[in-house]
């Protein structure tokens, strides 16, 4: 039988092998059927009776919803300078430029479908606030956000304006351009604010002005030019088309580019007429290009039109803006037929409203901007600017951006769904009552100038039709988002049981899972729970797969808990009582297929941004006592997600004070005209699906808590380890560590030395040397050549024939074990050295480990190993850890009386100990840590001594690398498991209880688990990352950061110990302290690799053999080490 088939864990036979993978098949095949079983069930949606709604009343008004937060994004690069196509330079095809308002929803709709087809975006951000150069800028996260995404990076000019409250501050405007001092603060608040952002410059929109204010007009646009243009950005100005009493050259010549504002030949204060009548735009075009330089003028061109209220005699009683999907919803709900009128070429009709009063409604569409857009290309301005985004008719997309002449009406004739939301009814109960459809519009045009000049909207396009229920006079329903959560939901439940008050819950598929004890207890005490999603996603910029699923597995795990199902769903991130895109309302189509009924609501306190409890009573009731236009009934709050002890504080008084102004407190249920049955009816699926579904549930839950607390775990015993050893290397060092005296270097014992080789050809020489430099003079060398096939016993012969301190044995290869027993069995001397071939002695170092044996009770001593070969990061590394963790554990052990490893590179034996032991084991791969447990097992003491060093070679690979530490690995389980009966032994206390089980704890089972510990960060990151860029701008980072910070603790003090090894090693390598931290990340996860692959080959029983490794001869030893006695 060879050495290897006696080792631990062989198994010959090959029986363990095939029964690991029989019962590894089995756990694979049930996890596959337990995971493929649950996902087939999460496929389909559960089925859900119809609800008994009741039809709404009929209203006609819209809504737009606020804007919501988001991040910053990134910077903007420079306004873009399409290619030259023509010898004087002219540009191939116009800008596109796109004019974009943060308050209106329809407006971040178009940017988010349209960004990627513009050039400039010209956000109005910026206005003044005052006559001295103050700025306001609007805080729109989620615009910029949309902007910084975009891929093709457009520059972002923002609009600098003087409006507030609706209305242009003329006054104000003319102060400031008077005002040199307000001017150069302007523009310097300007200036910054741009270099902060990255802006491509700005476009100024001043109106209402004065004479004088227009006069100063031109000089301030100097100024600020002459400011922005050494940054490379651009200074834009806006103007009326007509022009009139406008400086237009003088404002030209004095920016960068002139904006003109072609729109608004009628408008809401006039009397009705064509919004930018064709005859009128071409006339007012051929004058201004007839002074202007077309290279340097954009033309702004309109996108909405005006509806007028007329009195009963015909003329206007009121006006109002109104964009395309306005125009075309009054149209189709009043029937109105839209014609163009001949001479504008602008659509046009009228219809008569609810109350009896008449409307004209003239509007800009598509076909109108291809008319402008026909006779203006020959002039070839620089761009086309659309007044402005989420009013136009989309059609207008496929005309903006194309080259000059090639503008195409090829297709007009389809029009796109209708872009807005329609909302009948009153309440927050909604329901989806029709879809969108295309429109369809014929189009004639005049054969002698290729215009339209008739236009038929044949079949008008629709949008979303959403019915609203629930308004219910006296009635008031509170809601809580994102529970259930074990602090703040059981308090909340308390509140409402004490106070006998009803309440909606709209739950979290994982908190859900991880309290389902909450979520009973909420039904069984007579509340409503609805669905809030599985993840939290903003439901609007969540692909709508994930979206049924997100649903499907809410609504799953409810069904598990209670036997009852869900009919109420709430999106994340609502808002209110309505979603107001076609983009927001989509993924409610599929969770109305699966027959729930959406939830918004009306009356929202914030209280997620944490307002005192007060504050949150205030804004509760203020909206119920002042409903405006929009009452609201249902009432927002959170039971998790935060910190919620404000929103619990605040409800008991809330809930008297509601029923104090004469409310009843009711479900969302009852506020839909439902019972509790049927808002949660009985699930109708079977036990066998219910049962699928819990232990699938069940399998994902116990695997996320065991990977949270094996995360948890690992960090906190790798804190704790790390200290301990720590503390106990500063003992070490500074209070147990009392040296022996120095013995006679001269006159002491004989001291065998004994060098194990097998093809050392290369380093050999060196390492025998090095020994016959030793200060300790009465010794003998033993060269134990095991079977070399190369030069290994010549190059001895030839260096050392003569020096009869040297002894060359040779034998045939049978493993380091029995070569160096071989040389036991002839060595003379009374202590004996073991070394590797490949490591070279100071010459001090013999002594310093003889020194010891002055104490009978020692049995051996551990030296301190270095790296001699720090060429790559491979070698440092290696170094590294030398210093920072074997050392450093060495140390820490030492303090303890317990080291566990005499390293095979630098250590000393009492030979009778040896001989006691029967010499080095042939069992294990690690036969020196073996020996060293063994003799300490036997009652012997092994010392440390760090200042006996040892300069050993390295591998210089990753290969050679792994191939090294797998025999490590290897070895030392096959160590702790030898001797696994000396666990928790009192013989040998301080090796049972603490050397031995750190081994198995830290070497090998977490080491084992350390992969899915950094699986869980990266998982972490994943998610968070994920989660930023699917949902920027309600993406919160909370949950990432707390396990990263946990991480980060754990790598701080991994680090700080790594600086303790090193500030205690006398001669640490300081040039390659700043490989510490990279060490992390990289070489830890290759140590993880092997200790893995050393548990599967030893469940396995496989032969594993010693694996040499390659020598190159690149160790040397430090300068510093170079001491003679």
Same mark, same amino acid.
């Given at each position: 039988?060879?050495?290897?088939?006696?080792?631990?864990?062989?198994?010959?036979?090959?029986?363990? /092998?095939?029964?690991?993978?029989?019962?590894?098949?089995?756990?694979?095949?049930?996890?596959?059927?337990?995971?493929?079983?649950?996902?087939?069930?999460?496929?389909?949606?559960?089925?859900?009776?119809?609800?008994?709604?009741?039809?709404?009343?009929?209203?006609?008004?819209?809504?737009?919803?606020?804007?919501?937060?988001?991040?910053?994004?990134?910077?903007?690069?420079?306004?873009?300078?399409?290619?030259?196509?023509?010898?004087?330079?002219?540009?191939?095809?116009?800008?596109?430029?796109?004019?974009?308002?943060?308050?209106?929803?329809?407006?971040?709709?178009?940017?988010?479908?349209?960004?990627?087809?513009?050039?400039?975006?010209?956000?109005?951000?910026?206005?003044?606030?005052?006559?001295?150069?103050?700025?306001?800028?609007?805080?729109?996260?989620?615009?910029?956000?949309?902007?910084?995404?975009?891929?093709?990076?457009?520059?972002?000019?923002?609009?600098?304006?003087?409006?507030?409250?609706?209305?242009?501050?003329?006054? #104000?405007?003319?102060?400031?351009?008077?005002?040199?001092?307000?001017?150069?603060?302007?523009?310097?608040?300007?200036?910054?604010?741009?270099?902060?952002?990255?802006?491509?410059?700005?476009?100024?929109?001043?109106?209402?002005?004065?004479?004088?204010? #227009?006069?100063?007009?031109?000089?301030?646009?100097?100024?600020?030019?002459?400011?922005?243009?050494?940054?490379?950005?651009?200074?834009?100005?806006?103007?009326?088309?007509?022009?009139?009493?406008?400086?237009?050259?003088?404002?030209?010549?004095?920016?960068?580019?002139?904006?003109?504002?072609?729109?608004?030949?009628?408008?809401?204060?006039?009397?009705?007429?064509?919004?930018?009548?064709?005859?009128?735009?071409?006339?007012?075009?051929?004058?201004?290009?007839?002074?202007?330089?077309?290279?340097?003028?954009?033309?702004?061109?309109?996108?909405?039109?005006?509806?007028?209220?007329?009195?009963?005699?015909?003329?206007?009683?009121?006006?109002?803006?109104?964009?395309?999907?306005?125009?075309?919803?009054?149209?189709?709900?009043?029937?109105?037929?839209?014609?163009?009128?001949?001479?504008?070429?602008?659509?046009?009709?009228?219809?008569?409203? %609810?109350?009896?009063?008449?409307?004209?409604?003239?509007?800009?569409?598509?076909?109108?901007?291809?008319?402008?857009?026909?006779?203006?290309?020959?002039?070839?301005?620089?761009?086309?600017?659309?007044?402005?985004?989420?009013?136009?008719?989309?059609?207008?997309?496929? &005309?903006?951006?194309?080259?000059?002449?090639?503008?195409?009406?090829?297709? #007009?004739?389809?029009?796109?769904?209708?872009?807005?939301?329609?909302?009948?009814?009153?309440? /927050?109960?909604?329901?989806?009552?029709?879809?969108?459809?295309?429109?369809?519009?014929?189009? /004639?045009?005049?054969?002698?100038?290729?215009?339209?000049?008739?236009?038929?909207?044949?079949?008008?396009?629709?949008?979303?039709?959403?019915?609203?229920?629930?308004?219910?006079?006296?009635?008031?329903?509170?809601?809580?988002?994102?529970?259930?959560?074990?602090?703040?939901?059981?308090?909340?439940?308390?509140?409402?049981?004490?106070?006998?008050?009803?309440?909606?819950?709209?739950?979290?598929?994982?908190? !859900?899972?991880?309290?389902?004890?909450?979520?009973?207890?909420?039904?069984?005490?007579?509340?409503?729970?609805?669905?809030?999603?599985?993840?939290?996603?903003?439901?609007?910029?969540?692909?709508?797969?994930?979206?049924?699923?997100?649903?499907?597995?809410?609504?799953?795990?409810?069904?598990?808990?209670?036997?009852?199902?869900?009919?109420?769903?709430?999106?994340?991130?609502?808002?209110?009582?309505?979603?107001?895109?076609?983009?927001?309302?989509?993924?409610?189509?599929?969770?109305?297929?699966?027959?729930? !009924?959406?939830?918004?609501?009306?009356?929202?306190?914030? %209280?997620?941004?944490?307002?005192?409890?007060?504050?949150?009573?205030?804004?509760?009731?203020?909206?119920?006592?002042?409903?405006?236009?929009?009452?609201?009934?249902?009432?927002?709050?959170?039971?998790?997600?935060?910190?919620?002890?404000?929103?619990?504080?605040?409800?008991?008084?809330?809930?008297?004070?509601?029923?104090?102004?004469?409310?009843?407190?009711?479900?969302?249920?009852?506020?839909?005209?439902?019972?509790?049955?049927?808002? !949660?009816?009985?699930?109708?699926?079977?036990?066998?699906?219910?049962?699928?579904?819990?232990?699938?549930?069940?399998?994902?839950?116990?695997?996320?808590?065991?990977?949270?607390?094996?995360?948890?775990?690992?960090?906190?015993?790798?804190?704790?380890?790390?200290?301990?050893?720590?503390?106990?290397?500063?003992?070490?060092?500074?209070?147990?560590?009392?040296?022996?005296?120095?013995?006679?270097? %001269?006159?002491?014992?004989?001291?065998?030395?004994?060098?194990?080789?097998?093809?050392?050809?290369?380093?050999?020489?060196?390492?025998?040397?090095?020994?016959?430099?030793?200060?300790?003079?009465?010794?003998?060398?033993?060269?134990?050549?095991?079977?070399?096939?190369?030069?290994?016993?010549?190059?001895?012969?030839?260096?050392?024939?003569?020096?009869?301190?040297?002894?060359?044995?040779?034998?045939?290869?049978?493993?380091?074990?029995?070569?160096?027993?071989?040389?036991?069995?002839?060595?003379?001397?009374?202590?004996?050295?073991?070394?590797?071939?490949?490591?070279?002695?100071?010459?001090?170092?013999?002594?310093?480990?003889?020194?010891?044996?002055?104490?009978?009770?020692?049995?051996?001593?551990?030296?301190?190993?270095?790296?001699?070969?720090?060429?790559?990061?491979?070698?440092?590394?290696?170094?590294?850890?030398?210093?920072?963790?074997?050392?450093?554990?060495?140390?820490?052990?030492?303090?303890?009386?317990?080291?566990?490893?005499?390293?095979?590179?630098?250590?000393?034996?009492?030979?009778?100990?040896?001989?006691?032991?029967?010499?080095?084991?042939?069992?294990? &791969?690690?036969?020196?840590?073996?020996?060293?447990?063994?003799?300490?097992?036997?009652?012997?003491?092994?010392?440390?001594?760090?200042?006996?060093?040892?300069?050993?070679?390295?591998?210089?690979?990753?290969?050679?690398?792994?191939?090294?530490?797998?025999?490590?690995?290897?070895?030392? #389980?096959?160590?702790?498991?030898?001797?696994?009966?000396?666990?928790?032994?009192?013989?040998?206390?301080?090796?049972?209880?603490?050397?031995?089980?750190?081994?198995?704890?830290?070497?090998?089972?977490?080491?084992?688990?350390?992969?899915?510990?950094?699986?869980?960060?990266?998982?972490?990151?994943?998610?968070?990352?994920?989660?930023?860029?699917?949902?920027?701008?309600?993406?919160?980072?909370?949950?990432?950061?707390?396990?990263?910070?946990?991480?980060?603790?754990?790598?701080?003090? %991994?680090?700080?110990?790594?600086?303790?090894?090193?500030?205690?090693?006398?001669?640490?390598?300081?040039?390659?302290?700043?490989?510490?931290?990279?060490?992390?990340?990289?070489?830890?996860?290759?140590?993880?690799?092997?200790?893995?692959?050393?548990?599967?080959?030893?469940?396995?029983?496989?032969?594993?053999?010693?694996?040499?490794?390659?020598?190159?001869?690149?160790?040397?030893?430090?300068?510093?080490?170079?001491?003679?006695?």
């Amino acid at each position: 039988m060879t050495p290897e088939d006696r080792h631990i864990f062989h198994d010959p036979t090959g029986k363990r /092998e095939r029964r690991a993978k029989l019962a590894l098949g089995v756990v694979i095949s049930a996890v596959a059927a337990i995971v493929a079983g649950f996902a087939a069930t999460l496929a389909f949606a559960p089925h859900l009776p119809d609800a008994p709604l009741k039809d709404p009343h009929i209203l006609t008004s819209l809504h737009q919803e606020n804007a919501h937060k988001a991040k910053l994004g990134k910077s903007w690069r420079r306004v873009p300078r399409p290619k030259s196509g023509a010898a004087n330079g002219a540009a191939v095809r116009p800008l596109s430029v796109g004019f974009y308002v943060a308050w209106d929803e329809d407006s971040r709709e178009s940017l988010r479908r349209n960004i990627d087809k513009l050039d400039v975006v010209s956000p109005q951000w910026v206005a003044i606030s005052g006559a001295k150069g103050d700025i306001s800028v609007v805080d729109d996260p989620e615009g910029t956000v949309r902007i910084a995404a975009a891929p093709n990076h457009p520059a972002v000019l923002p609009l600098v304006h003087n409006s507030a409250n609706a209305a242009f501050n003329g006054p #104000l405007a003319d102060a400031l351009l008077a005002d040199p001092a307000a001017r150069a603060k302007l523009i310097g608040n300007l200036a910054v604010l741009a270099a902060q952002r990255g802006y491509g410059g700005y476009v100024f929109d001043f109106e209402a002005l004065s004479a004088k204010g #227009l006069a100063a007009y031109p000089k301030f646009l100097d100024e600020a030019r002459a400011a922005l243009k050494g940054a490379g950005r651009e200074v834009w100005v806006t103007a009326p088309f007509d022009g009139e009493g406008w400086p237009l050259d003088r404002l030209q010549k004095a920016s960068d580019t002139l904006v003109l504002m072609a729109y608004d030949q009628h408008y809401a204060l006039g009397d009705p007429g064509p919004n930018t009548g064709q005859d009128w735009y071409e006339t007012e075009l051929e004058k201004r290009f007839a002074h202007l330089d077309p290279n340097h003028t954009v033309l702004a061109l309109g996108a909405y039109g005006y509806d007028w209220t007329l009195n009963k005699d015909g003329s206007r009683a009121s006006g109002s803006p109104a964009t395309f999907h306005e125009a075309m919803r009054n149209a189709q709900d009043a029937g109105a037929t839209i014609r163009m009128d001949d001479d504008a070429l602008n659509p046009t009709y009228t219809y008569t409203d %609810d109350a009896g009063d008449d409307h004209v409604v003239w509007f800009l569409d598509a076909v109108t901007l291809f008319n402008e857009v026909k006779v203006s290309d020959p002039w070839k301005p620089r761009g086309y600017g659309l007044w402005r985004m989420g009013m136009e008719d989309p059609g207008v997309w496929s &005309l903006l951006g194309k080259p000059y002449g090639q503008a195409s009406a090829g297709g #007009l004739t389809t029009l796109a769904n209708g872009q807005g939301v329609d909302f009948d009814g009153g309440g /927050e109960v909604l329901r989806i009552a029709q879809l969108p459809t295309p429109g369809k519009r014929g189009l /004639e045009f005049d054969p002698d100038t290729g215009l339209i000049s008739g236009e038929t909207y044949d079949v008008i396009p629709s949008s979303y039709v959403i019915e609203r229920y629930g308004q219910k006079k006296g009635l008031v329903a509170l809601t809580f988002d994102d529970g259930p959560d074990g602090r703040w939901t059981p308090r909340i439940l308390d509140v409402l049981k004490q106070k006998n008050a009803p309440a909606t819950f709209f739950v979290i598929g994982q908190n !859900m899972q991880r309290r389902p004890d909450l979520v009973e207890r909420e039904v069984a005490e007579g509340h409503d729970v609805g669905g809030h999603s599985w993840t939290h996603p903003n439901i609007a910029e969540t692909p709508l797969p994930q979206v049924q699923v997100e649903l499907n597995a809410t609504q799953r795990l409810f069904e598990v808990l209670t036997g009852r199902s869900m009919r109420l769903f709430r999106p994340p991130f609502f808002g209110d009582a309505e979603p107001s895109t076609p983009h927001e309302v989509a993924p409610l189509v599929i969770a109305q297929t699966l027959g729930y !009924m959406t939830v918004g609501l009306r009356i929202d306190p914030d %209280d997620w941004q944490k307002p005192s409890s007060q504050q949150i009573i205030d804004r509760v009731l203020d909206r119920l006592d002042n409903p405006g236009n929009n009452p609201g009934q249902v009432v927002l709050l959170h039971d998790a997600g935060g910190d919620r002890s404000r929103t619990v504080a605040a409800l008991p008084e809330l809930i008297d004070q509601i029923r104090a102004r004469g409310y009843r407190l009711v479900t969302v249920g009852e506020l839909a005209g439902m019972t509790s049955q049927q808002v !949660m009816p009985p699930t109708s699926r079977t036990a066998l699906d219910l049962a699928v579904d819990r232990v699938g549930f069940d399998f994902f839950r116990w695997t996320q808590t065991a990977m949270t607390w094996l995360f948890v775990t690992a960090i906190f015993l790798g804190v704790a380890r790390l200290v301990f050893l720590a503390s106990l290397a500063l003992v070490h060092r500074f209070w147990t560590h009392e040296e022996p005296a120095d013995l006679d270097s %001269d006159n002491g014992p004989l001291v065998s030395v004994l060098i194990p080789c097998f093809n050392e050809e290369k380093v050999i020489a060196a390492s025998v040397a090095r020994i016959l430099e030793s200060d300790w003079k009465n010794l003998e060398v033993l060269v134990l050549d095991d079977g070399s096939k190369d030069r290994t016993a010549q190059e001895v012969r030839d260096h050392f024939a003569n020096d009869p301190r040297v002894t060359l044995l040779s034998f045939e290869n049978g493993g380091k074990a029995r070569a160096v027993n071989r040389g036991l069995a002839v060595a003379k001397g009374e202590f004996v050295v073991a070394l590797d071939a490949d490591t070279l002695f100071p010459p001090e170092t013999i002594g310093r480990l003889a020194r010891w044996f002055q104490d009978p009770d020692i049995g051996a001593v551990a030296g301190n190993a270095i790296v001699g070969n720090r060429l790559n990061i491979v070698t440092r590394w290696q170094a590294l850890e030398y210093v920072t963790a074997q050392n450093l554990e060495r140390r820490a052990l030492s303090a303890l009386g317990a080291v566990t490893v005499v390293p095979g590179a630098v250590g000393a034996w009492r030979k009778s100990v040896l001989d006691a032991l029967g010499g080095y084991p042939a069992d294990t &791969l690690a036969e020196d840590q073996d020996l060293t447990i063994a003799c300490q097992r036997a009652g012997w003491k092994v010392a440390f001594d760090p200042e006996a060093r040892a300069y050993t070679e390295a591998p210089d690979t990753v290969g050679g690398l792994l191939k090294q530490r797998f025999r490590w690995s290897f070895g030392t #389980l096959q160590c702790v498991w030898k001797h696994r009966k000396a666990m928790f032994s009192r013989k040998a206390p301080v090796l049972g209880f603490v050397a031995l089980p750190q081994i198995w704890l830290f070497q090998i089972l977490l080491a084992v688990a350390a992969p899915l510990v950094d699986l869980a960060v990266i998982w972490s990151l994943v998610a968070g990352l994920y989660g930023a860029v699917a949902h920027p701008v309600e993406w919160r980072p909370d949950d990432m950061l707390l396990g990263l910070a946990y991480w980060a603790v754990f790598i701080a003090v %991994d680090l700080s110990a790594g600086a303790l090894g090193m500030a205690l090693e006398k001669r640490a390598p300081w040039a390659d302290l700043p490989f510490l931290p990279v060490q992390r990340f990289g070489y830890r996860q290759l140590m993880y690799y092997v200790v893995v692959k050393s548990v599967v080959m030893a469940i396995r029983g496989g032969r594993v053999g010693w694996g040499k490794l390659e020598r190159r001869a690149t160790a040397s030893v430090s300068p510093r080490s170079e001491r003679k006695g």
